[in-house]
């Protein structure tokens, strides 16, 4: 069985780092994209970019190229979201997913990590 | 900028029909775009339903099938059930590794 499993909830102030997490079991880590995606509060799903752990082949979406930066470590089947400067418009559920292919959707999802970042 | 676009509300009676679609703001869709859709309740994670345009994920029932229909991709939902109130998403795959989340429709069933 596919699990994603994200860690823990974060409260943050603006301008601080902050790295999260997605670890990945019951499938080859090494060998499928892995996606993050925002949701900010009472707002949609944002696509915002993918990782191939084997490589660390990073894709990004337009708007999140800059202020985010994706990394995976397949030793530990572990995939990471960071920021280097939180802001409050950072403040938002974070899921990660994992992809057939990097075209073909997200077909596995973690359990979300909420960011909440305030002064 | 790529905008993909959904209808931002649908309802519909119990055990009635509704096609929620996924269009571009500059273009057709088409399988190249390998369209996919996915279901949200409030407080959880979202739950794929459709990838590659019509292939259903595991444990999704047949009452939702994914298509093409005309210059959109379209998620059809039969035989509505009350569980099936939920929020909508498409993904559309743009090339070069990037896709798009649409804005998501809300779907009431009543």
């Known amino acids: 069985e596919v699990q994603l499993v994200q860690s823990g909830a974060e409260v943050k102030k603006p301008g601080e780092s902050l790295k999260i997490s997605c670890k990945a079991s019951?499938?080859?880590?090494?060998?499928?994209?892995i996606g993050w995606v925002r949701q900010m509060p009472g707002k949609g799903l944002e696509w915002m970019g993918i990782i191939y752990p084997d490589d660390s082949d990073t894709r990004y979406s337009p708007s999140f190229q800059g202020q985010v930066t994706l990394s995976a470590d397949k030793s530990i089947n572990t995939a990471y979201l960071q920021w280097t400067s939180l802001k409050a418009s950072d403040t938002a559920m974070y899921y990660c997913a994992r992809h057939g292919s990097a075209s073909t959707g997200l077909l596995d999802w973690g359990q979300g990590t909420l960011v909440t970042v305030s002064s | 900028q790529t905008v993909v676009t959904q209808e931002p509300s649908f309802s519909v009676p119990p055990g009635g029909t509704v096609t929620v679609t996924c269009g571009l703001n500059s273009g057709s869709v088409s399988t190249y775009n390998y369209p996919s859709w996915y279901q949200q309740t409030p407080g959880q994670a979202p739950r794929t339903l459709i990838y590659s345009t019509n292939i259903r994920s595991s444990g999704v029932p047949d009452r939702f099938s994914g298509a093409i229909l005309g210059n959109k991709a379209a998620l059809s939902i039969t035989g509505a059930q009350a569980d099936d109130e939920s929020d909508y998403y498409c993904v559309l795959y743009m090339g070069r590794g990037i896709s798009v989340f649409g804005g998501g429709t809300k779907l009431t069933v009543l």
């Open positions: 019951g499938y080859t880590f090494s060998s499928h994209w």
